[in-house]
T-cell receptor, first 114, second 109 residues
Framework: KAGVTQTPRYLIKTRGQQVTLSCSPISGHRSVSWYQQTPGQGLQFLFEYFSETQRNKGNFPGRFSGRQFSNSRSEMNVSTLELGDSALYLC?????????????FGNGTRLTVT | AQRVTQPEKLLSVFKGAPVELKCNYSYSGSPELFWYVQYSRQRLQLLLRHISRESIKGFTADLNKGETSFHLKKPFAQEEDSAMYYCALWHQGAQKLVFGQGTRLTINP
């Protein structure tokens, strides 16, 4: 079974721009979660999608948004980029709730904002 | 606030020695706790969860509600155990995993 695939692996953007990250979950997984990882804050939950609906949301500004398609693939968008958005963005998929099925992580997209 | 604390950023032990990675949590409800591991150049992956009460790769973790801890232990460390370890708590209200800052474990030969 193919693992969680995130594209692109690396991105360099300028302040004020916007960016879209993509995540393809493991086949059959309907839940996709996004995390931001930084040296200072560690792993922070962004949001979770299940069957095309945002089910949960973390404490991030509205500049961070996402969506999920009918094939469970998910995209995350960050608008008006700030220097502090530089981070590794991890996507994770699971069958359903974390308590019932483990999270499977992708390799991440490393975003650098200059 | 719900929080997971891993007091050691770095931990270094010799091969064959016992290893203990500390994890403390604060949570008002009944906690569901996990340990995730990231080996060099690999993805973050689930190591074990307390509800399973299983031993994975020789590691065990016991939930101590009195001390609000979920320390990860292994009696005899091996070089392949070198990795980044994250303790995580399932926040039932917010329906999200709350991660600790992680501990980088290095096993010296």
């Amino acid at each position: 079974k193919a693992g969680v695939t995130q594209t692109p692996r690396y991105l360099i953007k300028t302040r004020g721009q916007q960016v879209t990250l993509s995540c393809s979950p493991i086949s059959g997984h309907r839940s996709v979660s996004w995390y931001q990882q930084t040296p200072g804050q560690g792993l922070q939950f962004l949001f979770e999608y299940f069957s095309e609906t945002q089910r949960n949301k973390g404490n991030f500004p509205g500049r961070f948004s996402g969506r999920q398609f009918s094939n469970s693939r998910s995209e995350m968008n960050v608008s008006t980029l700030e220097l502090g958005d530089s981070a590794l963005y991890l996507c994770a998929s699971s069958l359903d709730q974390v308590l019932d099925s483990p999270l499977h992580f992708g390799n991440g997209t490393r975003l650098t904002v200059t | 606030a719900q929080r997971v604390t891993q007091p050691e950023k770095l931990l270094s032990v010799f091969k064959g020695a016992p290893v203990e990675l500390k994890c403390n949590y604060s949570y008002s409800g009944s906690p569901e706790l996990f340990w995730y591991v990231q080996y060099s150049r690999q993805r973050l992956q689930l190591l074990l969860r307390h509800i399973s009460r299983e031993s994975i790769k020789g590691f065990t973790a016991d939930l101590n509600k009195g001390e609000t801890s979920f320390h990860l232990k292994k009696p005899f460390a091996q070089e392949e155990d070198s990795a980044m370890y994250y303790c995580a708590l399932w926040h039932q209200g917010a329906q999200k995993l709350v991660f600790g800052q992680g501990t980088r474990l290095t096993i010296n030969p």
